[in-house]
Each structure stands twice: as C-alpha cells, then as structure tokens.
C-alpha cells in the first residue's frame, strides 16, 4: 500500500495553462506539505497544512493554491503556468506539525512548462 | 531564518570504504535532524534522525553525530555497498517551524 501518492507523475504543458496536481497519504496524518525540487535538487517548502488548515505558506506566487479538501488530501493548482514552474513537486506529509516528527514523501510530480 | 549547508556536494567511494558528509545549521533554536535519502526517481526517504538532546546515533552502518556548540551535524556511512548510491539531504527543524534542507549531497559507489 503506498502511503503518499501522487498523481501525475509526469505533466508537461504549455506556458500559459492551468494544472492541478493530487495528492493523497493514507498514513492517518494530520499536516501535510508540497514541495519544489529545482533542477540543482534543492528542496524548498511551500505550503503545510495541518487538519485542512493552512500554516505554512512561503513566498510563492499566488498562482499557486493548494487545497484541502480533507485530511488525507492536499491538492495543488498552478494558474498561468511559466516556465520557471518547471521541477518536480513532492508531496509529503507527518504526524503532526511539531519538531521531531518524520516526513514521509510522495514519489514526486515532474513538471515540464514548453 | 534557519540555513543549512552542506558539504560535498558530490561524494565518490570505493565500495567498501566509509562516507562523511557534514552539515551546519545556522539557527541554534533547532532541535530536529534528519537526514533523507533520495533515488533516482523518487522521493525522499528518511534513513536517520537526532534530536537535539542526543549527541550520537547509530543505526548498523549509518550513524549521526551533533555537535550543538558548533551547530553542525554529520552523516557518516560505513562500509558502503552500491545501492548506497543516492542524493542525501540533511535537514533541521525548530518546533513549529518548517524543515529548512540542505542543498544535497550525491554520493557514488564505485564498485
């Protein structure tokens, strides 16, 4: 059974459009996170929810939204998609939002923006 | 906020031979360590952590060691086979805050 899975793996798309990313953890966890892979591995926070709730939101665009429909899900929207958008996109969640608390990460989404 | 480094970037072993790859944070508030190994492929994988009220941890060939004064940590691998080869990254974490993760380290294997 895999714990945080994530769907596409793989979208690649043209500047200008819209896309969504899914993502869902079976694990019973509480916060949920995305994550931006650029092409040197360097791993970067996005958003965290914790219970549906928002808390932390890094200096992104706001073409990005991340939505919450329930615990086990935290699905994330790119409007007018660049090409600086390219990376891949992980999703990971943990127990709780506090320190000390394992992540468990998705397999990744890799973003190609033409 | 927290930055973290780390050093190498890249790593190449002798299969057999040991690998150290070091850490240093900036936020003396942290008290979470993990570490993460990431294939080819794939997301990252949690392989050992330390709090900050421990100053070593071992695992078989995997250990940790923190060194809270100077705010660095290391990752030291023994006897590495092949499939160790991988991308890790090491993090660190104050309560509350998000994980802030070092830039990588790519380790290679040589058989």
């Known amino acids: 059974d895999t714990a945080v899975s994530q769907t596409p793996k793989y979208l690649v798309t043209q500047m200008g459009n819209d896309k969504s990313i899914k993502c869902e953890q079976n694990?019973?966890?509480?916060?949920m996170y995305w994550y931006k892979q650029d092409s040197k591995k360097f791993l970067k926070i996005m958003f965290s929810y914790n219970n549906k709730e928002l808390i932390i939101n890094e200096t992104v665009p706001n073409r990005f939204s991340p939505k919450s429909p329930d615990k086990a899900h935290l699905n994330l929207h790119i409007n007018s998609l660049e090409l600086g958008d390219s990376a891949v996109y992980f999703c990971?969640?943990?127990?709780?939002?506090?320190?000390?608390?394992?992540?468990?990460f998705g397999p990744g989404t890799r973003l190609t923006v033409l | 906020g927290e930055n973290v480094e780390q050093h190498p970037s890249t790593l190449s072993v002798q299969e057999g031979d040991s690998a150290v790859i070091k850490c240093t944070y900036s936020d003396s508030a942290s008290n979470y360590f993990p570490w993460y190994k990431q294939e080819l492929g794939k997301g990252p994988q949690l392989i050992i952590d330390i709090r900050s009220n421990v100053g070593e941890k071992k695992d078989q060939r995997i250990a940790v060691t923190l060194n809270k004064t100077a705010k660095h940590f290391s990752l030291h691998i023994t006897e590495t086979q092949p499939e160790d080869s991988a991308v890790y990254f090491c993090?660190?974490?104050?309560?509350?805050?998000?994980?802030?993760f070092g830039p990588g380290t790519r380790l290679s294997v040589l058989p």
């Open positions: 990971a969640s943990s127990q709780g939002p506090t320190s000390g608390i394992e992540q468990f």
């Open positions: 993090a660190a974490r104050n309560y509350g805050q998000n994980f802030v």
């Open positions: 694990l019973g966890h509480d916060t």
